[in-house]
């Protein structure tokens, strides 16, 4: 068990914030095998945390152009939205 920390965001819809944490965590997965998997659920999580400043679900599902591009880094190293 674990306990990860999400970036305080002023929220606007939270629906499908879990889907997008879960479609992340795949991505991270089957993309990023070797990254630690505690560094996969805090990116992961970061995503999901993006989603929910954005109203709709669907439309609230950033590209990967619209995400800063220390998520997709292959370091270890653990990224945040700021």
Known sequence: ?????????????????GDSLIGALAFYLACYPDLPFSHMVQRSVNIAT?????QGVQSS????????ENLFDTSPQTPDLS
């Open 1 to 17: 068990m674990m306990h990860i920390k999400a970036q305080k965001v002023e929220a606007r819809d939270t629906t499908g914030a």
């Open 50 to 54: 993006y989603t929910v400043t954005r």
């Open 61 to 68: 599902y950033p590209c990967r152009e619209e995400l800063p």
